[in-house]
C-alpha cells in the first residue's frame, strides 16, 4: 500500500504546484467578452454587407443542434466577420449552406428597444477562428468525379 501512495506522490506534487502557479480569475481584467466556440453547419450562405461606416463585414448564420435523436433542438447563432481583402474573404464567401464549421469568436450581449418599444436582448459574436469540418455533398460534384 505504501508503494501505492508513493508512486501517486509525485502526481499530487505536480498538482498542488500547478494550482500555486495557476492565474486566479479575479486577476484578468474586467472585459465585456466572452469566448465562444460553436460548432454547427452554416443556415445559408455567408453575405458581405457593409456597416453605417461603409467597412465591409461578412454575416452567416450557424445552427448547432443539441439533445436527444427524438426532441433535438436547434440553437441559432448570427456570426460578423470583419473580412480583410484578399484570400480570406473569398475563403468565407466561398462556403454554403450546410458547411459543418467550427467557429471561435468574441461573444457579447447586447440590450435594445426594438420598433414597439420592448426591451431586447441579442448575443453578438465576432468571429476570431473558422474551420470547415465538412463540406455540403453536392450532386454537381459527384457528376464531375
Known amino acids: 500500500m505504501s508503494s501505492f ?3 501517486l506522490r509525485p502526481g499530487l506534487r505536480m498538482a498542488k504546484t500547478a494550482t500555486q502557479t495557476a492565474r486566479a ?3 484578468s481584467p474586467a472585459h465585456a467578452l466572452a469566448r465562444l466556440t460553436v460548432t454547427g453547419r452554416l443556415g445559408a450562405d ?4 457593409a456597416t453605417a461606416s461603409g ?3 461578412i454575416k452567416y448564420v450557424v445552427g448547432s443542434s443539441h439533445g436527444p435523436r427524438d426532441n433535438r433542438q436547434t440553437s441559432w ?3 460578423t466577420s ?3 481583402e484578399g484570400p480570406h474573404r473569398d475563403y468565407l464567401l466561398s462556403m454554403t449552406k450546410g458547411t459543418l464549421v467550427l467557429v471561435e469568436g468574441d461573444a457579447s ?3 435594445y428597444d426594438d420598433a414597439e418599444g420592448k426591451s431586447r436582448t441579442s448575443l453578438n459574436v465576432i468571429q476570431r477562428y473558422i474551420e470547415v469540418l465538412k463540406r455540403p ?5 459527384e457528376s464531375q468525379q
Not at 46 to 49: I, N, V
Open 77 to 79: 447563432f448570427r456570426i
Open 55 to 57: 467597412q465591409e463585414v
Open 5 to 7: 501512495l508513493n508512486s
Open 25 to 27: 480569475f479575479s486577476s
Open 137 to 141: 455533398f453536392n450532386a454537381d460534384q
Open 46 to 49: 455567408p453575405e458581405l454587407q
Open 109 to 111: 450581449l447586447r440590450t
Open 82 to 84: 470583419f473580412a480583410p
